[in-house]
Nanobody
Framework: QVQLVESGGGLVQAGGSLRLSCAAS????????MGWFRQAPGKEREFVAR????????NYADSVKGRFTISRDNAKNTVYLEMNSLKPEDTAVYYC??????????????WGQGTQVTVSS
């Protein structure tokens, strides 16, 4: 099993920046996928970004492409989400998730508790 703990959320003004961290513990493999999701009040949970522990492939939602950057530190088993040029519509609870790499289709089986990000006008 994999345990995930998010941190780094908070209140920031529009146009500002924030970096989220996701610390992973337990059994992880190089081909596992790590993703960031978010859920705003009254809206469905949506995908934000994804990265694997190996390789350089990343994936982003269109709404954050060019503003957010996902990265990793394998030595610390930590995934980061650097958020720049933040907008009020980015306000949401951000969740970290892990998908085992041995499956042919990505399925996120493990989730963190979430961290609140609030962007003011």
């Amino acid at each position: 099993q994999v345990q995930l703990v998010e941190s780094g959320g908070g209140l920031v003004q529009a146009g500002g920046s924030l970096r989220l961290s996701c610390a992973a513990s337990g059994r992880t493999n190089s081909n596992d996928a790590m993703g960031w999701f978010r859920q705003a009040p009254g809206k469905e949970r949506e995908f934000v970004a994804r990265i694997r522990w190996s390789g350089s492939s990343t994936n982003y939602a269109d709404s954050v492409k060019g503003r957010f950057t996902i990265s990793r530190d394998n030595a610390k088993n930590t995934v980061y989400l650097e958020m720049n040029s933040l907008k009020p519509e980015d306000t949401a609870v951000y969740y970290c998730a892990a998908a085992p790499g041995y499956r042919p289709i990505i399925r996120y089986d493990y989730w963190g508790q979430g961290t609140q990000v609030t962007v003011s006008s």
